[in-house]
């Protein structure tokens, strides 16, 4: 480990990097080490939503704040409304209000963040007024559900999602900011362990939340071993037997020439990769700006 925190938030543990970590107990391991570096007079920020963060923190050698939605939490934010441009909601402290605070970023994953940040930002010793000041003035960082542009009506979003629960939650955020709104998700198997099949139901899952799906090629194959492979056709198949729509498409260019073929105004097309996916975002709102031309 070369971290040496005082402080440090662990927001969620779920199994990942497969081709590291062979099982999860190891991947948990590297989390326990990493907890235990934190000295007694720091603070451990826990999401106890997550049910690994609530296994690993109960052996914390420090003060432990923990922080969720679902879970009972020393930090809860209750009463939360997702309005137009920005999401609302309430903080408490140990069961007291702690304050209202609003923010641009949308879906309960950001809600958690910020609960991490909240609790972290006051530990810290910094004034309320401050903290409610920053979440609301926060515009996220690039390649975290954001917008690239608006043409013919149709949003195109980048994002970097690539485990099975960011795609889930990503597009649950999504369905929220866009009410209404027809949700195409694209997406490229690019990290190793998006390319790899132990992810195969929970990725099946996740794209149900939107209404198509298209799945692209793994990228460079050759590095996982065909017995271990994800199958983005069974992703879309799995899409059409839900009633909904889905294909396995292989490249960013076929990609593009089908959507033109099926888009329309009042579109969210979000894409998912953790790589620059063949400049798929330019060419989508190129694409796009000709249809009206």
Not at 14 to 31: M, P, Q, R, S
Not at 99 to 128: C, P, Y
Not at 137 to 161: H, L, N, P, Q
Not at 237 to 258: C, D, L, R, Y
């Amino acid at each position: 480990m070369h971290y040496l925190p005082t402080t440090a938030i662990v927001n969620n543990v779920e199994y990942d990097h497969v081709d590291i970590y062979f099982d999860f107990n190891l991947y948990k391991l590297a989390f326990r080490r990493f907890i235990n570096l934190i000295p007694s007079n720091g603070y451990l920020i826990a999401g106890v939503d997550s049910e690994v963060v609530q296994e690993l923190t109960a052996k914390a050698f420090c003060p432990v704040e923990s922080f969720g939605i679902e879970t009972q939490a020393r930090w809860q934010a209750k009463n939360i409304n997702y309005l137009e441009g920005k999401t609302n909601f309430t903080v408490f402290y140990d069961g007291k209000e702690y304050g209202e605070f609003n923010t641009t970023l949308v879906g309960k994953f950001n809600i958690r963040n910020s609960l991490a940040v909240i609790a972290t930002a006051e530990k810290l010793g910094i004034a309320r007024e401050k903290i409610k000041q920053g979440i609301a003035t926060f515009r996220s960082v690039k390649r975290r559900m954001e917008v690239r542009g608006v043409e013919a009506g149709v949003t195109v979003i980048d994002d970097f999602a690539h485990h099975p629960t960011a795609v889930k939650e990503t597009l649950l955020g999504v369905v929220e900011r866009y009410k209404g709104q027809r949700l195409i998700a694209i997406f490229e198997p690019r990290s190793l362990s998006a390319r790899r099949k132990q992810f195969q139901p929970a990725y099946e899952e996740a794209f149900l939340v939107a209404d198509m799906a298209i799945i692209a090629a793994l990228f460079e194959p050759h590095r996982v071993d065909p017995k271990d492979q994800l199958s983005p056709t069974e992703i879309a198949t799995k899409m059409v037997a839900e009633g909904k729509q889905g294909w396995f498409i292989p490249t960013a260019n076929e990609i593009v020439s089908h959507l033109e073929t099926i888009v329309k105004p009042g579109d969210v097309i979000i894409v998912m990769s953790n790589g620059g996916f063949d400049g798929i975002h330019e060419k989508l709102l190129s694409m796009l700006k000709n249809k009206t031309q």
